[in-house]
Nanobody, 116 residues
Framework: VQLVESGGGLVQAGGSLKLSCAAS????????MGWFRQVPGKQRELVAS????????NYADSVKGRFTISRDNAKNTMYLQMNSLKPEDTAVYYC??????????WGQGTQVTVSS
């Protein structure tokens, strides 16, 4: 499975962005997935996850109430709606399976920059 993230960009604090994760291959739809982010010098962190069917979602405390994860298995695509963005949300965002043993190869990520 190949993962391609898109939708990042430069936005002012308080603004919104919607990220997309397009996956090739059939195993995407049967796997729990998540959105990660990474800033230089820090470990990649999981900010949101969603079960294979989309029925259960979880969020890091830092994004709870502002970000919404969703997926469309018919389109092999996952989304991250980001509202009320803060400068500390600035990072490269990646999608992948939350469990290390079930991960696909990492995509190139998409840069999100929030200006104050």
């Amino acid at each position: 499975v190949q993962l391609v993230e898109s939708g990042g960009g430069l936005v002012q604090a308080g603004g919104s962005l919607k990220l997309s994760c397009a996956a090739s291959g059939s195993t995407f739809s049967i796997r729990a997935m998540g959105w990660f982010r990474q800033v230089p010098g820090k470990q990649r962190e999981l900010v949101a996850s969603i079960t294979s069917g989309g029925g259960t979602t979880n969020y890091a405390d830092s994004v709870k109430g502002r970000f919404t994860i969703s997926r469309d298995n018919a389109k092999n695509t996952m989304y991250l709606q980001m509202n009320s963005l803060k400068p500390e949300d600035t990072a490269v965002y990646y999608c992948n399976a939350p469990l290390p043993t079930l991960r696909f190869h990492w995509g190139q990520g998409t840069q999100v920059t929030v200006s104050s």
